[in-house]
């Protein structure tokens, strides 16, 4: 089955304990992006990378860090986590960075105390 | 990026077509006027894409005026499983970053 999947699902975390939300996605797919989704703002792009060894940041990348080092993998890295960090985090890949249909992973719930 | 206005929040019931306007007044020659859906604790999930007039598929209809200043989802005879948020979403094929906004919640009564 065509997916992107996400791991974890749920966290709860403390404040400067550095975590990694994995995202993989089975389509072959050359695009990836990570977002983030707080009430009454919608979604904001993070960082999005366009091929392996190939990153760029969104709207909102301070913070975070990303890497691309498998095409199938896009992992989301939090180096010092901290409470307005707190947020529900998707992932999301498309055919190429010429194709708009992206499709979701299922969605973290990060908390970070 | 064409920045775009949904109204906040609408209301339906069963069965009813429902329009969702989206207003994207400084759209550009080469903007493409895309919609998603979102379920509670989902990701979006895309419905359709158009760039002029009216596109169709098998879950809803996109109208587009002329002067493509706004656009107009149609979801024809809505259940209750159409209550979601929709989002709009304007720019060019290739664009590497997305602007979702914050969407129109639609919520759908028996």
């Known amino acids: 089955e065509a997916q992107v999947t996400q791991n974890p699902r749920y966290l709860i975390t403390v404040t400067g304990k550095k975590l990694t939300v994995t995202c993989s996605q089975n389509m072959n797919h050359e695009y990836m992006s990570w977002y983030r989704q707080d009430p009454g703002l919608g979604l904001r792009q993070i960082y999005y990378s366009m091929n392996v060894e190939v990153t760029d940041k969104g709207d909102v990348p301070e913070g975070y860090k990303v890497s691309r080092k498998e095409k199938r993998n896009f992992p989301l890295i939090l180096e010092s986590p901290s409470p307005n960090q707190t947020s529900l985090y998707f992932c999301?890949?498309?055919?190429?960075?010429?194709?708009?249909?992206?499709?979701f992973g299922p969605g973290t719930r990060l908390t970070v105390l | 990026l064409a920045k775009t206005t949904q109204p906040i929040s609408m209301d339906s019931y069963e069965g009813q077509e429902v329009n969702i306007t989206c207003s994207h007044n400084?759209?550009?020659?080469?903007?493409?006027i895309t919609w998603y859906q979102q379920f509670p604790s989902q990701g979006p999930r895309f419905i359709i894409q158009g760039y002029k007039t009216k596109v169709t598929n098998e879950v809803a209809s996109l109208f587009i005026p002329a002067d493509r200043k706004s656009s107009t989802l149609s979801l024809p005879r809505v259940s209750l499983s159409d209550t979601a948020v929709y989002y709009c979403l304007v720019g060019p094929k290739g664009f590497n970053k997305f602007y979702f906004g914050s969407g129109t919640k639609l919520n759908v009564k028996p």
């Open positions: 999301a890949s498309t055919v190429d960075w010429s194709t708009d249909t992206q499709y």
């Open positions: 400084n759209i550009a020659t080469n903007d493409y």
